[in-house]
């Protein structure tokens, strides 16, 4: 019962995500081609139109960035759900002590692998700005 539960919560959160993103991409297809680095991050909704906003014309390093970017923001919102469910486990666990050290080492494993990804992200930002400013001679 607990696990059905707990699969119908992350098939719901899931679903909402994705009906969240739908209205943000209907309107930035409406606008005019302008890659948003925020909203738009590989400046998808620019490909095939062919005025200064398809891919190929962008710099390959930024393409590689933005992609390192997406990569691993992925990762990082799959560690904080991680520590949500540790948390989750170990608060209704209810003094059942295998459960608790379940909890813990999830916990544990997705501290660890945050910090490893937020170690990776500066890294990347760091050479990015660094061999972008190198090539183009811009400080």
């Known amino acids: ?10 098939v719901s959160i899931s679903a909402f995500g994705m009906l969240a993103l739908v209205p943000a991409a209907a ?35 930024i393409i590689a960035a933005r992609i390192i970017n997406v990569v691993l923001g992925v990762l990082g919102t799959i560690a904080t759900v991680l520590i949500f469910y540790a948390g989750f486990l170990w608060m209704t666990a ?13 916990m544990s ?9 937020l170690a990776s ?3 990347s930002t760091f050479l990015v700005k660094n061999i972008t400013s190198a090539v183009t001679g811009t400080p």
């Open 1 to 10: 019962m607990a696990k059905n539960w707990l699969k119908m919560f992350f």
């Open 27 to 61: 309107m930035a297809a409406a606008d005019e081609c302008v890659i948003d680095t925020v909203n738009d991050p590989l400046g998808l909704n620019c490909v095939g139109q062919g005025t200064g906003g398809s891919l190929t014309q962008n710099d390959p390093r």
């Open 94 to 106: 209810a003094g059942n002590e295998e459960q608790i050290t379940k909890a813990k080492g999830i």
């Open 109 to 117: 494993a997705a501290v660890i692998g945050l910090v490893i990804i």
């Open 121 to 123: 992200y500066s890294i």
